[in-house]
């Protein structure tokens, strides 16, 4: 099994900043796909960024204020928030999609279960 958890969320002003981690452990032989979610109350949950080998997609949004990264020997990547606004308020689920094995045979997509960011004055 590969298992996802994210941590860094809380309460910060307007205009302030925040990172949050997504580390994934278990058998991971291939980390092809990481992608930060969030879901504010009452919502559908909605892409925040994805980053595949081939580069980093950030919704409208965000772009300029938000950054992926990636640290793929450790299998953890972190999402940097700036110039935060009160509609950025939501939990914040980070996926990891992939292989176990080295040929490639067995896939894998995995989710945590959130972490929750307020921003509000």
């Known amino acids: 099994q590969v298992q996802v958890v994210e941590s860094g969320g809380g309460l910060v002003q307007p205009g302030g900043s925040l990172r949050l981690s997504c580390a994934a452990s278990?058998?991971?032989?291939?980390?092809?796909?990481m992608g930060w979610y969030r879901q504010a109350p009452g919502k559908q949950r909605d892409w925040v960024a994805i980053?595949?080998?081939?580069?980093?997609t950030y919704k409208d949004s965000v772009k300029g204020r938000f950054t992926l990264s990636r640290d793929n020997g450790k299998n953890t990547g972190y999402l940097e928030m700036n110039n935060l606004k009160p509609e950025d308020t939501a939990v914040y689920l980070c996926?990891?999609?992939?292989?176990?094995?080295?040929?490639?045979?067995?896939?894998?997509?995995?989710w945590g279960q959130g972490t929750q960011v307020t921003v509000s004055a």
């Open positions: 996926n990891v999609a992939g292989h176990t094995d080295y040929l490639q045979e067995h896939a894998f997509s995995s």
């Open positions: 278990g058998t991971i032989s291939h980390l092809n796909i």
């Open positions: 980053s595949t080998r081939s580069g980093t």
